[in-house]
């Protein structure tokens, strides 16, 4: 694990464990132990960041209970010590196994960043601002190297590179006629037929076709018997070996260059697809104009859009370009709204069932989720604006763009694709 963003973290002053060497060992293994359970589903991960940033939240939130269980197994008398939850201890459990299961994967970073930087403008933070920084910071880089890696055209021309067909050790035996063999059945041939004609009767003699017969008899018994103990010489395998490493190497050569080839086709659609989207403002779901929409559904069926257009792995330039494209339509550009504001007028919207269906259905629960989900919710009528605080640790009269609404939705949708991977 990371000491060093722990011992940032206990340097922050988030919470005390005083001086004992114990309680530190015992910190480190909780974070291996929430490590394991996170790496095994992703799904987890949104849920855990959103507690982990919250100063806020309730000392009921399941997650944080869940993280005792975690944390007691090792620390027996943490409650001992700490009669009320101990939830920034549990928080910086999580804040330690998030930058450490980001660290080895850019998909966990990707998931943990786009989640974390959605509620990041919220979060009330104190101490452990400079902690929540360093993990923006360091995951969101790992996250975005990753999507440019993925994004990148080419430039260089694709080179096959091959070695030279090379045969070693390759050697012939020695190929020998048996000239005293064929000495002996040659002179036989040279006898008179059995008709008596000999060579003083010509080759046309019966005597010609005898020792033709004969003679060609002798020769290719010679030859076969020479070339038979060359075959034996000579191992498949001295000939097979060197040819199939060098088609080998060939075939990897020539995929890694097809490859290298389509993922900058690829990039190049991707691009083309998205200004396109731009240029057009048309939406593929609802098959019509977006100035065809009203605001309060605009940013949630933008932000669905675009998340059903692109690759899980997306650089943050897409993220402005739905920005971009948001302030053409928006008459208002830029200007901030309350969420109840943005809520109550979804409730009034007679057109709000349009994207009610775009939105994936989530599994209800208790406990911290996004925006996006409780947006789910709340157009299903299974949650009502009061509860927005509590769901989200956002407050009502918090604000936002609508632009930036739509890449929250965009963020949020992104992040169930690559969980459920």
């Known amino acids: 694990m990371d000491d060093n963003f722990l011992q940032l973290t206990l340097k922050s002053g988030l919470f005390d464990i005083g001086d004992s060497d114990d309680r530190l060992k015992w910190l480190q293994q909780s974070v291996t132990a929430l490590v394991k359970l996170l790496k095994k589903d992703y799904s987890l991960l949104p849920n855990y960041a959103l507690v982990a940033l919250d100063p806020n939240i309730s000392d009921k939130e399941p997650i944080l209970n869940d993280v005792e269980e975690i944390v007691t197994k090792y620390w027996k008398a943490l409650r001992g010590k700490y009669p009320d939850m101990p939830k920034n201890i549990h928080r910086g459990v999580i804040l330690n196994a998030l930058i450490e299961v980001g660290s080895e994967d850019p998909v966990a970073a990707r998931i943990i960043y786009l989640t974390s930087t959605n509620f990041y403008p919220y979060a009330k933070l104190g101490k452990e601002k400079d902690v929540v920084y360093t993990l923006l910071t360091e ?10 890696e993925e994004w990148s055209l080419i430039e260089e021309e694709p080179k096959l590179k091959l070695g030279s067909l090379k045969i070693n050790d390759l050697k012939f035996g020695k190929v020998e006629l048996d000239s005293k063999d064929l000495q002996e059945k040659l002179f036989a041939a040279l006898a008179n037929s059995p008709q008596g004609h000999g060579p003083q009767h010509g080759g046309q003699s019966s005597w010609g076709q005898s020792f033709s017969n004969k003679s060609s008899i002798a020769i290719t018994e010679s030859f076969n018997s020479a070339l038979s103990e060359l075959n034996k010489s000579l191992s498949p395998a001295t000939l097979e070996d060197p040819i199939n490493k060098f088609f080998t190497s060939f075939k990897k050569s020539l995929d890694d260059n097809l490859k290298s080839s389509f993922a900058s086709i690829v990039a190049v659609e991707r691009r083309s697809k998205l200004l396109w989207w731009k240029e057009t403002l048309y939406s593929p779901s609802l098959k019509k104009s977006y100035r065809e929409v009203s605001n309060p559904v605009l940013p949630i069926l933008m932000g669905s859009d675009l998340n059903e257009q692109v690759a899980e792995i997306t650089p943050t330039s897409v993220d402005y370009l739905l920005r971009d494209t948001l302030l053409i339509l928006n008459e208002k550009k830029g200007e901030k709204i309350k969420f109840k504001d943005f809520f109550n007028s979804l409730t009034n919207d ?33 949650a009502k604006l009061k509860d927005f605080t509590e769901r989200t640790g956002i407050k009502q009269d918090d604000e936002v763009s609508i632009e930036d609404l739509s890449v929250a939705i965009f963020h949020d949708l992104l992040t169930k694709r690559l969980s459920s991977k």
């Open 139 to 148: 995951l969101g880089e790992i996250a975005e190297n990753n999507a440019i």
């Open 350 to 382: 007679s057109t709000k069932s349009e994207v009610t269906n775009l939105l994936p259905e989530i599994n209800e629960s208790d406990g911290r989720i996004s925006v996006t989900d409780f947006i789910v919710l709340f157009l299903n009528d299974k």
